[in-house]
């Protein structure tokens, strides 16, 4: 089972059923695509609890993971953001890359190529 994806899951579930929280098992892979929402305001806290995270959401529209895990050259993002993002500066691609876990503007600016893991806006 893909535990991200399972989090961006409840975490839309949780915000269409009107509440601010929920609560997933945890990863090394998770809390580093938490924190990187974390800054980008889409996730306001999230706690880690003996083999949980609770998560409590930010502002966002829409969250979920990529599947199959696409790999990306480092000129090649624009094809996935038209796909994923509904304009080109609203949102974030989370990308695993050789230097770890960043958003997609970020891994264009380091030219940096990598796994497509999740999207957010």
């Known amino acids: 089972m893909d535990i991200v994806a399972n989090a961006l899951n409840c975490m839309m579930n949780a915000k269409k059923a009107g509440k601010n929280s929920c609560s997933v098992p945890a990863s090394k892979l ?48 624009e094809k996935f953001v038209t796909r994923y993002l509904p304009a080109r500066d609203l949102g974030i691609i989370i990308v695993s ?19 497509l893991i999740a999207y957010a806006y």
Not at 31 to 49: A, D, H, I, P, R
């Open 97 to 115: 890359t050789n230097k770890g876990v960043v958003n997609h503007k970020k891994a264009i600016e380091e030219g940096l190529g990598g796994s």
């Open 30 to 77: 998770l809390l580093q695509v938490l924190s990187l929402l974390k800054e980008e305001g889409y996730v306001n806290s999230f706690t880690k609890q003996d083999a949980n995270v609770i998560i409590e959401f930010g502002t966002f529209n829409k969250c979920g993971a990529i599947k199959p895990r696409f790999y990306v050259k480092k000129n090649g993002y």
